[in-house]
């Protein structure tokens, strides 16, 4: 079946570095991938919404500057963490949407920052 | 805001006894409802989804109801396994159009298998 792949699935950067996390729709193109993130034993919280060759619409309080989402095939879109805090350590999550309701979830990714 | 939350942070039950896990929505609007379960560590595995217009699905031992007059989801599992125990998440589509919306996630239900 379809599958969303994310990489890489753990990284350590430090403190004031940027990270770039990918999501990979394997082998179906997907119109629309999100990025979630979930913070230890909270839920899930949609960060921004990607659109493949456009500008991504980010959620309330999520930073665009801080929070990169690029989109540039209908099978990669990815997420840079600029200049990333230990504030920022979370576990990121995408997920892709081709047609109709389907909903894919990649594996996550988990981020520490030192 | 508009949200969706769970009644129960933890449930534990014995295995093979059966399990309902419940979800409060609070949009109207939304067309679509899915079931995941998340192991530590993991990403979301998708369990069973439910349309607006349709008010119980059933899958491999479980089954979801929906009931749009008080907004509430649920969860019920049958014969729970060691393997069940998880946390539980309802999910709403964000808006009415399809899966191109995101989705607001509850809180979560961390189900316990008792042996």
């Known amino acids: 079946g379809a599958v969303v792949s994310q990489h890489p699935s753990r990284v350590i950067c430090k403190s004031g570095t940027s990270v770039k996390i990918e999501c990979r729709s394997l082998?179906?193109?997907?119109?629309?991938m999100f990025w979630y993130r979930q913070f230890p034993k909270q839920s899930l919280m949609l960060m921004a919404t990607s659109n493949e060759g456009s500008k991504a619409t980010y959620e309330q309080g999520v930073e665009k500057d801080k929070f990169l989402i690029n989109h540039a095939s209908l099978t990669l879109s990815t997420l840079t963490v600029t200049s990333a805090h230990p504030e920022d350590s979370s576990f990121y999550i995408c997920?892709?949407?081709?047609?109709?309701?389907?909903?894919?979830f990649g594996e996550g990714s988990w981020l520490t920052v030192v | 805001g508009e949200s969706v939350g769970l009644h129960l942070p933890t449930l534990s039950v014995q295995e093979g006894d059966n399990s309902i896990i419940n979800c409060a929505y609070s949009?109207?609007?939304?067309?679509?409802f899915i079931w995941y379960k998340q192991e530590s560590g993991k990403g979301p595995q998708f369990i069973i989804d439910i349309r607006s217009n349709m008010d119980k699905r059933q899958g491999q031992r479980v089954t979801v109801l929906l009931n749009k007059t008080v907004k509430h989801l649920s969860l019920q599992i049958a014969a729970t396994q060691p393997g069940d125990s998880a946390v539980y998440f309802c999910a709403e589509n964000r808006g009415s159009g399809g899966g191109a919306d995101g989705l607001t996630f509850g809180k979560g239900t961390h189900l316990i298998i008792q042996p």
């Open positions: 997920s892709a949407t081709g047609k109709g309701y389907t909903i894919y």
């Open positions: 082998d179906f193109q997907a119109t629309t």
């Open positions: 949009n109207s609007a939304s067309d679509y």
